[in-house]
């Protein structure tokens, strides 16, 4: 069967089986910025938006998305020109391996349209299903808060940030810049 | 024992040993530095500044390439899954997979006698050479120990088709005995696992009629003498600890394949490129020259990929099927079939005068290795020698560890490496101790800890070649005043209602960098034409940031811009060699080798900029993107200096930088813990106020990076504290099969963290560097069990920490 969907505001049809979930044909497509994490929903790597909701796309089945919209994290800010989400996320070092980051900032992004002016508990809520393993969760939510008041201060929140002035004063402000195994070798590893 | 009059350069004020003391010419205070090692703030250009991480902005925008990520450029390429044991111990009489072959799209099915099976004993740790870490285990397994042991494997069209063929594979057994518990597994009437012919590369103290696979010691001084001592208090705890995942998020994910040169090539997430290498040579008979191992970005490793896990299987499928194949391990997998840490039971004894002197400190581990034996040995090692030496003005220590086999999932590195099962241990029990003796626990501590100029003569003390060390930089006494400053110490309100209870516990810890003696790290450096650089790493970022920590280095001595350094790590064909990311000891190790390589093309480009700027070498430096006189003033660009070094007309050269580094040296870095919680006496039910962790980690060479990794290292160390970690049903399969079972503690459910960076300079790493990620996965739990005994009087000691064992404990106190 196939399906027509808008994926990051291009039209797209997928030739696709009935079983098939979202992830994979997403991934299958060359969209890999959503990750594979666990395959039960529970840990928000391969969050994308349907219709402007969080989805998780490893649960959806793909014929949920029959003439739905769908955005990525290709759909966001390019390496050149980021999202206010995305530049926070990196100027409040928000990420180290990053497997979670798409996600995360797909995630992010939902609750910002939702809640522009989330408070830190609001954060922690919404991200409660983005799991995090290098983190500890605080520089994140640092990031959701600095993303925050950056779509306010631009007034780009109701165009998800697409407005062409952002990030160019984001760029890291302040940056300048012997023994053998038979052996008692206990402080070897 | 204090000398007020001998201060020390980063703010120690007294040292034990006598400057003139035999053990002082091999160690010795002053450290060969050299000048720019030891670089003031303000004269920093990219050390320590908040550099942006490399890889962000493709982090940031999903364009990074993860292993997974690779398939897309594969046509071709088929899915791998494996059959595992379903019983904890037993023979495999029979394996029919004739329904598995039979499938149109199944590319390769390997059984544990099939030809393209290798059958070499090999340890999965990814160690060093020789390996100490017994060979006890083949791909594939006929003699199996644990529910989850990898019996044979399929490779298909795609995921859901192997993961059919697999299910269609029927496995006969004939069951044996097992065993589950580490005290009963230690035993001579238990199961045994092993039979000697089983083994090769046997590890010392091993007895496989009791299930051990090892053990351990190591003495200063007398123990038994000083516990027997008539002026002595002993005292004595126990503590449990979880077996906790790494969960990394990443799952464990390999391809494999065989390129137009004949090259056998492993895509794969691991943290020891090198040593994978070398397994796999072994393994598969294979010269080590002609296997690449090539990491992309991982998503995270915690330990769990300082292991050879998954990668023989893809690479025996894709030769037997003359195909790439990739395996990715299920999340179920993750938790039942990869590896965890080391569950530990630890017994503390102090011998301790009345007047609060610690006169002996004795510490017994018995550690769960599981099936097999995977980091067993020097895991148990570090549950010692990490957290012991913090008090190296006890003149009396003792460690000893006996390390099990029992019937469970296997275990292996994880951060922390044993000092978080140590940590637990010796911080609870020391404040156990103060409390018995009326003392304040934080001046106890002090009477006893280390300071710079202290020989650590613990560390040592297990046999571990050039362990035993100098201490040239500490921050201990700033990590106590910060963290106490920063948790309130002084000024703590106690709630409104009776029945709870607020209360502050606090805990050190000590690390180690690198291995001492037993680490290597190289780099190479290239200019290009354009005053750029090409910076080729062995060192292994496994989401760190350990690139752009390099990138830093390098940039510091070379004067110019992060942006003009295209850095490459980790591919053993193109990158030069490194023992990998394990033991802290990348920014360490790794790192200075990078300040060598780059030394050393600056010496080049010096003499270039001499060249062209008319002056000696001797007034040059570089700076701002370019080589300028001190004298003069006059510069030249790296530009200028790169177009003429290539194209010029009388003598020509590609300017090259090398470096290795090796040392005998592993300092310490240092964490305070602080935890403030509030205990409600009637349910047990806590509230985890704020965890506070300050660490000494020397120069951070990126300070947000670095602070990044003590959150995060506190967040696991906070889950050590509160989460039951992977439990089993009786048969041993593991009751964890997904994060919603794992469950630990969420965005939602994760207490304010923070983070206090304390500098010191170490004047053996790059730029005053230490380590700084695994420090902070120790404290948590000793700290949160002290600060519970603090509000209300009762002791947590087996791991988690849960409302229902503080509701028992005050009932059993009543």
Known sequence: MHIDCTINGNERTFEVSKTDLLLDVLRRDGYTGAKRGCDTGACGMCAVQIDGEPAMSCVTPVVKVDGATIETIEGLGTQDDLHPVQQAFVDNSALQCGFCIPGMIMRSKALLEENPSPSEAEVREALSDNLCRCTGYKKIVEAVLDASERMADRGVAADGGRSSDRGDDCRCAGATGKTGPDSRGETRR | ?814
């Open chain 2, 1 to 814: 024992m204090t000398d007020p009059d001998d201060p020390k350069p980063d703010g120690g004020t007294a040292s034990r040993s006598e400057r003139e003391s035999p053990e002082f010419e091999d160690h010795p205070l002053e450290w060969d530095e050299p000048e720019n090692n030891d670089l003031e703030p303000d004269e920093r250009a990219s050390v320590s500044r908040p550099a942006q991480k490399d890889d962000d902005p493709k982090l940031v925008t999903g364009q990074a390439k993860y292993t997974a990520d690779y398939e897309q450029r594969f046509p071709d390429l088929a899915h791998a899954a494996v059959v595992r044991s379903e019983i904890p111990h037993g023979y495999v009489t029979d394996v029919d997979a004739s329904a598995a072959e039979g499938m149109d799209a199944v590319h390769a099915v390997l059984t544990p006698w099939s030809e393209e099976t290798p059958d070499a004993k090999y340890t999965s740790a990814g160690q060093s050479y020789p390996e100490p870490s017994p060979w006890d285990m083949n791909v594939l397994n006929d003699h199996v120990r644990y529910v989850g042991d990898p019996i044979a494997a399929v490779a298909a069209d795609d995921a859901e088709t192997a993961r059919t063929a697999a299910d269609s594979i029927e496995v006969e057994y004939e069951e044996d005995d097992y065993v589950l518990d580490p005290e009963e597994a230690y035993s001579e009437d238990a199961p045994r696992l092993f039979d000697d012919d089983e083994v090769e590369n046997e590890i010392v103290g091993h007895d496989y009629s009791r299930n051990r696979m090892s053990r351990i010691d190591g003495e200063i001084g007398d123990v038994d003498d000083a516990l027997e001592r008539d002026d002595v208090h002993v005292h004595e705890t126990e503590w449990e600890t979880i077996r906790q995942s790494h969960a990394q998020i990443e799952p464990h994910t390999s391809l494999a394949y065989t390129d137009e040169d004949d090259r056998h090539v492993l895509v794969t997430s691991t943290q020891v490129p090198n040593h994978t290498r070398r397994q796999l040579a072994h393994l598969f008979d294979i010269p080590i020259r002609d296997i690449r191992v090539s990491k992309p970005r991982v998503g995270g490793g915690f330990g769990g990929k300082q292991a050879m896990v998954v990668e023989p299987i893809p690479l025996a499928l894709s030769l037997a099927a003359d195909r790439p194949v990739i395996y990715e391990a299920t999340r179920e997998e993750e938790f039942h079939a990869m590896r965890s840490r080391h569950p530990m039971n630890v017994r503390a004894r102090t011998a301790v005068t009345e007047d609060g002197s610690i006169e002996a400190i004795d510490l017994y581990a018995l550690s769960n290795t599981g099936a097999y034996g995977s980091h067993g040995m020097t895991v148990a090692g570090n549950v010692g020698s990490k957290p012991m030496p913090l008090y190296s003005k006890v003149p009396n220590a003792r460690f000893e560890a006996d390390i099990v086999h029992t019937n469970t999932p296997q275990t292996g590195a994880m951060r922390g490496y044993g000092a978080p099962q140590g940590t637990l241990a010796l911080e609870g029990h020391l404040d156990e101790v103060a409390r018995d003796l009326d003392l304040d626990p934080v001046e106890f501590r002090q009477r006893h800890y280390m300071e710079v100029g202290d020989l650590d003569e613990i560390a040592g003390m297990m046999g571990g070649e050039g362990a035993e060390r100098r201490i040239r930089s500490c921050g201990l006494d700033e990590c106590i005043e910060r963290g106490k400053e920063a948790i309130g110490w002084d000024a703590l309100e106690q709630p409104d209602e009776e029945h709870r209870h607020r209360g502050i516990g606090m805990a050190l810890s000590a690390q180690g960098t690198g291995v001492a003696g037993d680490e290597l790290g190289a780099a190479q450096l290239m200019m290009n034409e354009d005053g750029s650089f090409h910076l080729h790493v062995g060192g292994v970022d496994i989401g760190t940031g350990a690139d752009t920590a390099f990138i830093q280095i390098a940039a510091e001595v070379l004067g110019c811009e992060e942006t003009d350094i295209v850095i490459k790590s980790s591919d053993t064909d193109v990158t030069p060699f490194d023992y990998g990311a394990y033991a802290s000891s990348t920014t360490y190790i790794s790192g200075m080798a990078v300040k060598k390589a780059a030394e050393d093309a600056k010496g080049r480009i010096l003499y270039w900029g001499s060249k062209l700027l008319e002056e000696p070498e001797s007034n040059l430096d570089t700076g701002d993107g370019t080589v300028y006189s001190e004298e003069t003033g006059a510069s030249v660009s790296l530009e200028e200096i790169g177009y003429e070094a290539a194209y010029g007309h009388d003598e020509r050269e590609h300017i090259l930088g090398k470096g290795t580094h090796c040392t005998e040296e592993s300092p310490p870095p240092f964490a305070a813990q602080f935890a403030d919680v509030t205990v409600d006496e009637e349910t047990g039910e806590f509230d985890v106020n704020k965890l506070v962790v300050a660490v000494d980690c020397g120069v951070a060479i990126n300070p947000g990076m670095a602070e990044g990794q003590v959150e995060g290292a506190n967040h696991m160390s906070y889950e050590m504290a509160v989460c039951e970690g992977i439990t089993f049903d009786d048969e041993g399969r593991a009751e964890v099969t997904s994060f919603d079972e794992y469950d630990w503690p969420t965005a939602a459910e994760t207490p304010t963290i923070e983070s206090i960076l304390v500098e010191t300079h170490e004047p053996t790493g790059p730029f005053g560097a230490k380590s700084v990620a695994e420090v902070p996965t120790n404290t948590v739990p000793p700290a949160l069990s002290n600060a519970i005994r603090e509000a209300v009087g009762v002791r947590i000691t087996d791991m988690p920490i849960t409302a229902a064992k503080i509701k028992s404990a005050l009932e059993a106190d009543d």
